[in-house]
């Protein structure tokens, strides 16, 4: 009987193939750790658009730098070391300064677990995050192939409205519109869950 890997252990798997050149791995790491690093930067960055424009360029700077990754650490523990560095440099960039209680590097999983443990509803939680993750993917395999591509290039890639121009060969307007059309109908998809989400949590403080 074949031994489970460990969550670790898939991570270490995913980030391999990263470094052969395989990106779609690298989008299953992006959806896994996403709504975790997006609630970390929320600790120091109050406004939600703020914290997705944060945590893209996160996942940015740990595509350009995952050739440096060697596994000495988890791969949260490394992800989770560059989403406080961006957090802090974007509300420097800002002339904000960040709030008092950070969370050590050290203390990552700990962190983690600890939010995890003081959720009155974590099976709630984790059913919604899996539930949100599985309706993106959806969301964005039945978008046209334009869409799709665009948005991939973008949230995932990591790349500029103009290199994305250069490569789908088209002018900029043209790749904001086809990221803007995606945005819109992924939140679509999206929303019906949201309020579901915000209404069970409305329930259980009544």
């Not at 939600?48 to 050739?67: H, I, K, L, N, P």
Request: aromatic share 6%; hydrophobic share 40%; charged share 30%.
């Amino acid at each position: 009987m074949a031994e489970v890997e460990t969550p670790q252990e898939l991570d270490l798997e995913l980030v391999r193939r990263v470094q052969r050149g395989e990106s779609a791995a690298f989008d299953v790491l992006v959806r896994k750790y996403q709504h975790r690093i997006v609630a970390l930067i929320g600790r120091y960055i109050a406004d939600w658009s703020e914290c997705q424009d944060v945590a893209q360029d996160t996942f940015m700077r740990a595509y350009r730098a995952m050739g440096n990754f060697r596994g000495d650490a988890q791969f949260y523990t490394w992800l989770h070391r560059i989403a406080v560095n961006t957090a802090k440099n974007h509300l420097a960039a800002h002339h904000r300064r960040p709030p008092n209680d950070d969370v050590e590097i050290g203390d990552a999983e700990l962190f983690d677990s600890g939010t995890r443990l003081r959720d009155t509803d974590t099976p709630e939680r984790e059913l919604m995050r899996h539930e949100l993750e599985q309706t993106v993917m959806k969301a964005v395999n039945a978008l046209p192939e334009e869409l799709r591509a665009a948005i991939t290039l973008r949230e995932v890639e990591g790349m500029s409205y103009e290199e994305i121009a250069q490569k789908m060969g088209c002018p900029i307007g043209t790749v904001r519109s086809r990221i803007f059309r995606a945005r819109e109908a992924i939140d679509s998809e999206l929303r019906p869950l949201l309020d579901t989400g915000s209404a069970t949590r409305e329930r259980s403080r009544v």
